[in-house]
């Protein structure tokens, strides 16, 4: 290459770098503004009734409509009698209050067909896909179908049949037991054969139990999508049904090239339950899955759409139709899933009366299960003041002209300094630090190392924690970074059903799924390495809210399951999960990123704290960074009501330095900005639940449309004010937007609206 030619290189790539040098220059006159400020906390914003809140209760007396067969075979069982149908195994039993469920409907009087009268009287419904077909056509049969035969056998406390279909010869044993703890029903993977070319795909199980004719019968299906949801009992009316699988949508079977597409956190079905009321505070029984919930999907049929019942069940999934890309053009060929998911189902259907009868008592049932289980932890101690969580990033990396640049955000002096600025205020601060290793946040994982020389220091830590309750650093176990070094692309990634990867795009780098041993593996090294810093635990994000097979060595969703409850069971830090599914509450010690709504769909009516009832006093909850609270006075309020601290994300530097960097979302995070919101938010909220910290949630009622009672287990009472208008709550004054706390007739609260 001649010189001229290098000279002139020499020449543009100065030209580049002196541009460059010009663009950091404005970059930086721009950063030093403030970053976006929050909404004020003194707009009293109107109060709009919709299915976000809690309606007041019909309590309206609830009569069964059923009546008892005499042709019926009576058993007699721990729960009483049982009045058994022989010919479709539907049954009718009486509660303790003298109420009678059926497992069917009233299909005498129903106006149904005759052969949607024999589907709704049956047990239990399959289908099947024929694999003697080109499509794999799919079949539906239920025990009353032409050509099925069964062998019933009475034994203690239930009955036991085996079913043999007519059409697929499918053979399926079901079993059902009336115990004290509730109505046991079981179909042992092991019963089911498939003699011939057709294969199961699914099963409904009993999917008129506890259905209801429009809206005879005062009272609701309980959901537990997100936060928790309730469908008031309605007329008929052209709604599809609901469907949703337990968890999450099952990720293996697409050919999804960005999985963030399928993800929407907070509006999963994040416990293996459901539930129905027939009269509030009357009777009510919480359907608890307690084998098989990984392959189910909650189904709600409408009154109006196939008919005029509304009814709330679970189908069981054994096998998917799926799509396999044939070449790189995007053309696929359709085939069905080979071996069918090996799952035992069981569920257990618990009958609740009187003041239990209601989703605050299935909430306190679903809670007394999983302690009955070892699958809940219990706080050892209760601090008068709430924690307070504040998130922090120390390195951010993003693409630079020639190479990456790397962002200091904050650094541990920087975020030890914030802690004493506001420890005069607030005595108890949990720590969770994002980016603190040299890769940076979201370019980071899975394997963690030590702290980036950038930030501090193993002493700086050790002075942080000193002024913190609780440091947490902040990982990533299932997705590893596109521009991490951490793991081989050809042999530790995840492979979906159709041998594609798990990936998830964002905007500077792809996140992809691991193998469960590659998981395992980096979770234990890294465990190993923060280990010696003085810190409590880790804060994982994806291992809470992402459950996936890998068809590529075998794992299936139980074995996942399993894998990631041996990992915490095992580590001997502390465990912060965000947004966690139910299966792994037994072995976490903090919720971080509560879902604090449901998904809102219009046919739901109400949401409902079941989540945080469930688990209030047994750790602590944290709600999604207030940074982004829309109507800051609501939020604050729902958690109030909930029982759920309060987060901020925090950072030394404004939070324009992340704009183009994977973590643009934040828009607003300097802290020196957001102190006066914290401290405001902070005391507004912990004016009412330091009375109650670690105490468990007890009771709740709407007194009226916006103003909730929320009753501990010292009868400590808070009084919850969603309207923008003064009101009386059983006496006493509430002011709009507000809260009062009462125990023992005495209030202990001073209300803050007007003070702060």
């Known amino acids: 290459m001649s010189k001229q030619v290098i000279l002139k290189l020499w020449i543009v790539l100065s030209m580049v770098l002196l541009g460059f040098g010009i663009k950091l220059a404005i970059d930086s006159a721009i950063i030093t503004s403030i970053d976006q400020p929050l909404p004020s906390f003194s707009q009293l914003t109107d109060y709009i009734p919709s299915n976000r809140y809690t309606q007041m209760d ?34 009718m039993i009486e509660n303790e209050a003298g109420y009678l469920f059926s497992s069917t409907i009233d299909y005498a009087t129903s ?67 009336f115990l004290s703890e509730g109505i046991f029903v079981e179909i042992p993977n092991e019963s089911i054969l498939e003699p011939n070319n057709f294969k199961i795909a699914s099963i409904y199980v009993y999917p008129y139990l506890g259905a209801v004719k429009e809206d005879t019968i005062p009272g609701y299906m309980f959901v537990p999508d997100g936060v928790g949801a309730l469908v008031r009992y309605q007329a008929a009316a052209q709604i599809n049904p609901y469907t949703k699988e337990f968890y999450s949508p099952n990720l293996s079977f697409n050919t999804e090239s960005n999985l963030n597409r399928l993800i929407s956190e907070g509006t999963q079905l994040y416990a293996p339950v459901f539930g129905f009321v027939h009269g509030i505070n009357q009777n009510a029984m919480l359907a608890t899955i307690e084998s098989g919930a990984e392959n189910g999907v909650l189904t709600i049929n409408y009154a109006g759409n196939l008919t005029p019942y509304n009814a709330i ?19 696929v060929i359709t085939l069905m899933q080979e071996n069918r998911n090996p799952m035992d189902i069981k569920i257990r259907y618990q009958p609740l009366t009187g003041d239990n009868a209601n989703y605050v008592g299935m909430a306190k049932a679903y809670r007394a299960q999983l302690i009955e289980n070892d699958q809940l932890p219990q ?30 955000m904050t650094t541990v002096k920087q975020l030890r300094s914030m802690v004493q600025s ?39 830590i050790e002075a942080l924690k000193q002024e913190a309750a609780a440091f947490y650093f902040i990982t990533d176990a299932l997705k590893a970074s596109s521009r991490s070094n951490d793991y081989q692309g050809f042999t530790d990634l995840a492979k979906k059903i159709n041998e594609q990867s798990y990936r998830f795009v964002e905007l500077d780098h792809n996140r992809y799924l691991l193998k469960h041993s590659k998981v395992k593996s980096s979770f234990e090294s890294t465990v190993n390495r923060l280990s010696s810093y003085d810190v409590d635990g880790l804060a994982v994000r994806s291992l809470g809210n992402t459950l996936y097979a890998d068809y590529g060595t075998g794992v299936g969703l139980n074995d996942a399951i399993s894998i990631f409850n041996e990992m915490l069971a095992d580590v001997t830090i502390q465990t912060a999960l965000y947004d966690a599914y139910a299966y792994l509450w037994g072995n976490m010690d903090a919720y971080f990123d509560m879902p604090m709504y449901s998904s809102q769909y219009l046919s739901f009516s109400d949401t409902v704290p079941f989540i945080p009832i469930v688990l209030k006093g047994a750790m602590d909850l944290y709600g999604s960074n207030a940074n982004f609270y829309d109507y800051a006075r609501n939020q604050l309020l729902r958690s109030i009501d909930f029982g759920v601290n309060l987060s901020f994300i925090v950072t030394n530097e404004s939070s324009k330095r992340l704009q183009d960097t994977a973590l643009r979302h934040i828009y607003t995070s300097k802290f020196d900005d957001l102190q006066p919101a914290i401290l405001t938010y902070y005391a507004f909220v912990n004016g009412a639940l330091s009375f109650v910290s670690g105490q468990t949630i007890e009771s709740r009622e709407v007194l009226q449309d916006g103003v909730v009672k929320i009753t501990y287990e010292d009868q400590t009472t ?5 309207l923008n208008t003064l009101v009386l709550a059983e006496g006493r004054v509430v002011l709009p937007k507000n809260y009062i706390v009462v125990k023992d007739g005495v209030k202990l609260s001073i209300q803050a609206g007007g003070l702060l």
Do not use: C
């Open 58 to 91: 019909d309590l309206t007396t609830a009569v069964s409509p059923y009546t008892i067969d005499p042709e019926h075979t009576v058993i007699p069982t721990e729960l009483g009698n049982v009045y058994l149908d022989m010919s479709s195994l539907s049954f």
């Open 111 to 177: 106006g149904l067909s005759n052969n949607w009268q024999r589907r709704v009287r049956s047990a239990i419904h399959i289908y099947s896909y024929n694999t003697n077909t080109a499509n794999n056509a799919r079949t539906e049969e239920f025990i009353l179908s032409d050509n099925t035969s069964k062998t019933t056998l009475i034994i203690d406390n239930g009955f036991e049949s085996t079913i043999r279909f007519g059409t697929s010869r499918i053979t399926v044993t079901l079993k059902v037991q």
């Open 313 to 331: 069940f679970t189908e069981f999934i054994y096998r998917r139709i799926y799509n396999q890309p044939i070449d790189k053009a995007g053309n």
């Open 379 to 408: 706080q050892s101690s209760q601090v008068r003041d709430i924690p307070l969580k504040l998130e922090s990033i120390g390195l951010v990396k993003k693409d630079g002209i020639l190479f990456s640049d790397t962002i200091t």
């Open 422 to 460: 506001l420890s005069s205020d607030i005595s108890r601060i949990v720590i969770a630090y994002d980016g603190f290793t040299n890769t940076g946040a979201s370019w980071d994982g899975p394997t963690y190392g030590g702290l980036s020389n950038r930030l501090g220091t193993a002493k700086d």
């Open 718 to 722: 808070i009084y919850v004010n969603y």
